[in-house]
T-cell receptor, first 114, second 113 residues
Framework: NAGVTQTPKFQVLKTGQSMTLQCAQD?????MYWYRQDPGMGLRLIYY???????DKGEVPNGYNVSRLNKREFSLRLESAAPSQTSVYFC?????????????FGEGSWLTVV | DQQVKQNSPSLSVQEGRISILNCDYT??????FLWYKKYPAEGPTFLIS?????DKNEDGRFTVFLNKSAKHLSLHIVPSQPGDSAVYFC????????????FGSGTQLTVLP
């Protein structure tokens, strides 16, 4: 049971570089999410996709783009990385949008921008 | 301005005693509340939830209490075990079409053997 798988687990970027965080879920969930976790801030929603073919901004979308490639995959792209984007990123999925008790998280991706 | 607040960054409790983790919220539109547990290098996992129409929900050693008038909820763990040592996040869902989770900043619980 893989659940939610995200890659890479660790990445160091230079300011201005671009990269894509990949996420895939094997639970046939409709909704997928990208969160970032920063010290003292909890988890903040970057973007979400309520269903295949749709994406919407969350609380902190600036500097990011997303693609819901198919029902399984939801990627997060940093076009021009900034030090403020140093964070731990979590992908998540749920059967129903906003259904908190069925939301499953990946293990996280540690991103450092220098 | 954080709508969900966990004012205690850390809490230490002796094994076998009760752990009480607190959470306050400001948004009156929140109608569903959850607690997540997070171990290092892992993603958060769902622990327990409560609807705003209830004031208590119990699941084994875990009980969540909701005081709507005070906009306060708490998680009680009895008895506490060393394996409970983790970061606990409070989260809330607002009524309406978006129904996204809003998380608190987390409390690091350490259960001492």
């Amino acid at each position: 049971n893989a659940g939610v798988t995200q890659t890479p687990k660790f990445q160091v970027l230079k300011t201005g570089q671009s990269m894509t965080l990949q996420c895939a879920q094997d639970m046939n969930h409709n909704s997928m999410y990208w969160y970032r976790q920063d010290p003292g801030m909890g988890l903040r929603l970057i973007y979400y996709s309520a269903s295949e073919g749709t994406t919407d901004k969350g609380e902190v979308p600036n500097g990011y783009n997303v693609s819901r490639l198919n029902k399984r995959e939801f990627s997060l792209r940093l076009e021009s990385a900034a030090p403020s984007q140093t964070s731990v990123y979590f992908c998540a999925s749920s059967e129903v949008r906003g259904s908190g008790n069925t939301i499953y998280f990946g293990e996280g991706s540690w991103l450092t921008v220098v | 301005d954080q709508q969900v607040k966990q004012n205690s960054p850390s809490l230490s409790v002796q094994e076998g005693r009760i752990s009480i983790l607190n959470c306050d919220y400001t948004n009156s539109m929140f109608d569903y509340f959850l607690w997540y547990k997070k171990y290092p290098a892992e993603g958060p996992t769902f622990l327990i939830s409560i609807s705003s129409i209830k004031d208590k929900n119990e699941d084994g050693r875990f009980t969540v209490f909701l005081n709507k008038s005070a906009k306060h909820l708490s998680l009680h763990i009895v008895p506490s075990q060393p394996g409970d040592s983790a970061v606990y996040f409070c989260a809330a869902v607002s009524s309406g079409s978006a129904r996204q989770l809003t998380f608190g900043s987390g409390t690091q619980l350490t259960v001492l053997p």
